[in-house]
């Protein structure tokens, strides 16, 4: 059993940077690939970013990559979501998430955490 608590979101000026933060509890946080996720109302879950167990590889959506950076602390049990350069597209409810494998797809994954609201204003 894993438990996911995120943190960090708020309000941000488009062009500026904000980092989310997920807590995880357990002792087995490292065998898990985790992921981040995100939901704009009206919309449906769209996958952001995902990073392997240790920590070594690395995964983005196209619409992130270059702005958005994914790391892990496994000594902390920390997931980490660095967003510079944000755009008004960027505005949604983001999500962290445990998967035993490096997946896109949300089913994929079988931890969730309570998700943390980004805005992104003009």
């Known amino acids: 059993q894993v438990q996911l608590v995120e943190s960090g979101g708020g309000l941000v000026q488009a062009g500026g940077s904000m980092r989310l933060s997920c807590a995880a509890s357990?002792?087995?946080?490292?065998?898990?690939?985790m992921g981040w996720f995100r939901q704009a109302p009206g919309k449906e879950r769209e996958f952001v970013a995902t990073i392997t167990g240790g920590g070594g590889s690395t995964f983005y959506a196209d619409s992130v990559k270059g702005r958005f950076t994914i790391s892990r602390d496994n000594g902390k049990n920390t997931l980490s979501l660095q967003m510079n350069s944000l755009k008004l597209e960027d505005t949604a409810v983001y999500y962290c998430?445990?998967?035993?494998?490096?997946?896109?797809?949300?089913?994929?994954?079988?931890?969730w955490g309570q998700g943390t609201q980004v805005t992104v204003s003009s």
């Open positions: 998430a445990a998967s035993r494998i490096l997946a896109v797809q949300g089913a994929t994954y079988e931890y």
């Open positions: 357990g002792r087995t946080f490292s065998r898990y690939a």
